[in-house]
């Protein structure tokens, strides 16, 4: 099945009410051809004073996904944290995310130094952390993207922080180098802050929405939040953060150094809100 419609069939069964889509690669939505991108990724704490602590924590206790990013300067630290786990490299995907460059050579480098801190020879999915100040600068960072994943440094590329104006420079950048589109953006998204439009429109080019900050500007003390968490016997946050993955997104929150927060995060997919729960909840903060 081509990607595209695989991924369309997996919202499918996500919207209709499976809980657990995809079993054979895990709970994980496909974002090209062959990258199985799991719905959970972990993030960090501001500080980073315990990152190799929480990677090692949330990898021994069966998590998948990592995001990082050059500009967290946490690198070497998850690299500690998935050595410390002994987990298998193919096991895990990471995620990170270099700045934009407006020439491509220096954004080359920015891909090999990734790699060089994460002590590792690839990355499951390479991100522009946000488009550069001018068009061509977006479209040259973005050819660094499509090298890099021609030289195998990265099993798919995408971007974060794009508008549409963005994504229109990051494809206007691929022409030359055969046209291969952003498999992710990744932005902020909650219950109460979204961008509608944007989840549309990546829908329509085949893009995977990410979410980033899921839970940032979440007031989780909301009664109709509140409410619904009291339903299914679960805490407001992964009330908020299955409202999300709910509508096909997948994300990236950050437990900190709580161990319970990390056995909350592990089991979003064991449970499943109704429509009338999801429309609920979508009102929140909406107008
Ligand atoms: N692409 C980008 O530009 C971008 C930007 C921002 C973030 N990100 C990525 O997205 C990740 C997540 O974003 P974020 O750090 O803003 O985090 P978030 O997941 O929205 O919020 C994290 C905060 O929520 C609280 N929390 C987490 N789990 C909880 C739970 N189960 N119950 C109650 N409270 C809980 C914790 O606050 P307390 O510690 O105060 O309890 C935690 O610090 C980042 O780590 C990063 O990897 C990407």
């Avoid at 315990?50 to 990082?68: K, Y």
């Avoid at 690839?122 to 499509?146: F, I, K």
């Avoid at 299914?232 to 409202?243: D, E, M, T, V, Y």
Wanted: proline share 5%; aromatic share 6%.
């Amino acid at each position: 099945m081509a990607p595209g419609l695989f991924r369309a069939a997996l919202l499918g069964a996500f919207l209709i009410g499976s809980a657990t889509p995809a079993p054979a690669h895990g709970w994980a939505v496909e974002i090209a051809p062959g990258v199985f991108m799991p719905y959970v990724s972990l993030g960090h704490p501001d500080d980073n004073s315990s990152t190799a602590a929480d990677v090692e924590m949330w990898l021994r206790e069966g998590g998948v996904g990592l995001d990082t990013a050059w500009n967290y300067h946490n690198q070497p630290l998850v690299a500690t944290g998935i050595e410390r786990s002994k987990r298998a490299r193919e096991s895990i995907f990471v995620t990170t995310k270099i700045p934009c460059f407006e020439r491509e050579e220096i954004a080359l480098a920015f891909v090999l130094d990734d790699l060089r801190q994460l002590r590792t020879k690839y990355v499951d999915l390479m991100l522009l952390h946000s488009p550069c100040a001018s068009h061509e600068g977006t479209a040259a960072s973005w050819r660094a993207l499509q090298l890099a994943l021609g030289r195998g440094l990265a099993r798919a590329i995408g971007v974060s922080n794009f508008a549409q104006a963005d994504l229109a420079a990051a494809i206007d950048g691929s022409k030359a180098l055969g046209g291969v589109l952003p498999a992710v953006n990744q932005c902020s998204m909650s219950i109460g802050h979204r961008d509608q439009p944007m989840l549309e429109l990546c829908r329509r080019l085949g893009i995977t929405y990410e979410a980033y900050s899921p839970l940032r500007h979440v007031q989780l003390s909301d009664a109709r939040l509140l409410a619904v968490a009291k339903a299914h016997g679960k805490s407001a946050a992964q009330i908020a953060l299955r409202w999300i993955l709910q509508q096909g997104v997948p994300l990236a929150t950050s437990p900190g150094a709580s161990h319970e927060f990390t056995r909350q995060d592990l089991e979003l997919d064991t449970f499943e809100l109704t429509p009338a729960e999801m429309d609920a909840l979508s009102a929140i903060g909406a107008g």
